[in-house]
């Protein structure tokens, strides 16, 4: 079965980059039909969805967000990347890779904005 481990540092500075990279095992990151996507939960809200990279190497990502995400993969060691840029404390949340098909979750990594 499909898991997904998210991993990056877990402080960041304002006005940096944030990079998470979500490692994927029991499937490959090129299945047809699945859609491998990131997902925030910022303290005391919901969850916010950020954006996906699909099997195909094509992106969708959430209007609010488009300007500052890029998602990205690497084929070769079954990843996709999470790069948020021109942060502020306003990005501190607990980010989740989700893969769209098998309707899997990854176990969350907290990051936090601040100097």
């Known amino acids: 079965q499909v898991q997904l481990q998210e991993s990056g540092p877990g402080l960041v500075k304002p006005s940096q980059t944030l990079s998470l990279t979500c490692t994927v095992s029991?499937?490959?990151?090129?299945?047809?039909?699945?859609?491998w996507s990131w997902v925030r939960q910022p303290p005391g809200k919901g969850l916010e969805w950020i954006g996906y990279?699909?099997?195909?190497?094509?992106?969708y990502y959430s209007p609010s967000l488009k300007s500052r995400t890029s998602i990205s993969r690497d084929t070769s060691k079954n990843q996709f990347t999470l790069q948020l840029s021109s942060v502020t404390p306003e990005d501190t949340a607990v980010y989740y890779c989700?893969?769209?098909?098998?309707?899997?979750w990854g176990q969350g990594t907290q990051v936090t904005v601040s100097s």
């Open positions: 989700y893969a769209l098909g098998p309707r899997v």
């Open positions: 029991g499937g490959s990151i090129t299945t047809n039909s699945y859609y």
């Open positions: 990279i699909a099997y195909s190497g094509s992106t």
